[in-house]
């Protein structure tokens, strides 16, 4: 017999697969304008974002009241089953990890993890060269945008700066995370502008 956490992860997992079938691999496609994947970015994670399982009987309103108890907000209730039923919750970028036990501890939670996309197999998707932009990536680099990756090497800050108009971004990087986007982040860049950034970080 499946304990509540196990029950939950198959869940989670049934309905993410089905998601993503419907929206070309891109389940947070329903919260974000990430638009259409022709590929499918194996480990990418949606910045902002949780996937939490409440227990069957759990009310709307009492959903909102534990995602406003921890600042967060319920950006879609994805599915609802018999068991259970799966939201996408909107947090603060940078708490996303900080937030899953926090939510955890509500005795109607009986999952909570990243956002992540699911790609289920036999759809035909090539993985992703780059993470496209909207997303954020274990361990592939930015599309077309200002950003990079790194190997040997665990990031915990990079500072993204435009040396051309004086703007400065400080990335924190989550555990486990080699690539970042100094676009998403906020650096606003212009064809001609240079452009550093500073990695902050132990080698593996």
Do not use: H
């Not at 699911?118 to 997303?135: A, T």
């Not at 599309?143 to 051309?164: D, E, K």
């Not at 971004?169 to 555990?175: E, T």
């Amino acid at each position: 017999m499946l304990s509540t956490k196990e029950a939950a992860q198959r869940l989670a997992q049934c309905a993410l697969g089905l998601i993503g079938i419907a929206l070309l691999c891109a389940p947070s496609a329903l919260a974000q304008d990430i638009g259409p994947l022709d590929c499918c970015p194996v480990g990418a994670l949606v910045p902002g974002e949780l996937t939490v399982i409440f227990d069957a009987g759990t009310t709307p309103d009492r959903v909102e009241e534990i995602a406003a108890e921890l600042g967060a907000t319920v950006i879609a209730l994805i599915a609802d089953f018999p068991s259970g039923s799966f939201y996408v919750i909107g947090v603060p970028v940078g708490q996303e990890l900080a937030l899953i036990p926090l939510f955890e501890a509500f005795p109607e939670v009986a999952d909570a993890d990243l956002n992540g996309i699911d790609c289920p197999e036999g759809l035909g998707f090539p993985r992703c060269e780059c993470c496209p932009q909207g997303l954020s990536c274990l361990s592939l680099p930015p599309c077309a945008a200002v950003g990079g990756s790194v190997t040997r090497v665990s990031p915990t800050v990079v500072m993204c700066r435009n040396l051309t108009t004086k703007q400065s971004i400080k990335i924190r990087i989550s555990d486990g995370m080699t690539a970042w986007n100094c676009e998403q982040a906020g650096l606003v860049v212009k064809p001609g502008d240079r452009i550093q950034m500073t990695i902050q970080g132990p080698t593996d």
